[in-house]
T-cell receptor, first 109, second 115 residues
């Protein structure tokens, strides 16, 4: 099956800093999503982005499908951005989402 | 409802007991997925329904796990003879279609603890 690797595994920032999270995947995909898992365990949809670039406030994402990676940018980070960020992909041959191991982000005041 | 709803939020059961976990997907979504998440890991796929049928159950760990979706809407994940290793958060997701516009939305999960 498809492999999904996220980096870095852990990231600690001061409030106001910018960061980039990376997701590499090993095969062609139909779908790529970024999620934020909050402290209560809820997976919050950030982006549905199988290709191209999208922006939503302080967050933006870029997927380069031909090179099999996606980037999530967080600008002017806030303490409420803390949590685990997951990348998940749906390979072209299937319907399931395969998740990476996540990036644990901690934003300190 | 507006989102995917899962009940119960928490379930504590004794080893060997039978449990049922319920998922109510977003209205009109044809695809429904179950995932399991252990501490410190990403969610892992269990089973996927297209309508009433299980289109892919290859992620179910063994025959103690079973899921149904009899009317193509609500789904129930059933675990027989629970073991302590079954303790995890069980997540349900739905999407409008299994392919094409496939953005998946997740419920808040059921935290299962087997003691």
């Amino acid at each position: 099956g498809i492999q999904v690797e996220q980096s870095p595994p852990d990231l600690i920032l001061q409030e106001g800093a910018n960061s980039t999270l990376r997701c590499n995947f090993s095969d062609s995909v139909n779908n790529l999503q970024w999620f934020h898992q909050n402290p209560w365990g809820q997976l919050i949809n950030l982006f549905y982005i199988p290709s191209g670039t999208k922006q939503n406030g302080r967050l933006s994402a870029t997927t380069v499908a031909t090179e099999r990676y996606s980037l999530l940018y967080i600008s002017s980070s806030q303490t409420t951005d803390s949590g685990v960020y997951f990348c998940a992909v749906q390979e072209t041959s299937g319907s399931r989402l395969t998740f990476g191991e996540g990036t644990q982000l901690t934003v300190n005041p | 409802g507006a989102g995917v709803s899962q009940t119960p939020s928490n379930k504590v059961t004794e080893k060997g007991k039978y449990v049922e976990l319920r998922c109510d997907p977003i209205s009109g979504h044809t695809a429904l997925y179950w995932y399991r998440q252990s501490l410190g890991q990403g969610p892992e796929f269990l089973i996927y329904f297209q309508g009433t049928g299980a289109a892919d159950d290859s992620g179910l760990p063994n025959d103690r796990f079973f899921a149904v979706r009899p009317e193509g809407s609500v789904s129930t994940l059933k675990i027989q003879r629970t073991e302590r290793g079954d303790s995890a958060v069980y997540l349900c997701a739905s999407s409008l279609y299994p392919r094409g516009n496939t953005e998946a939305f997740f419920g808040q999960g059921t935290r299962l603890t087997v003691v």
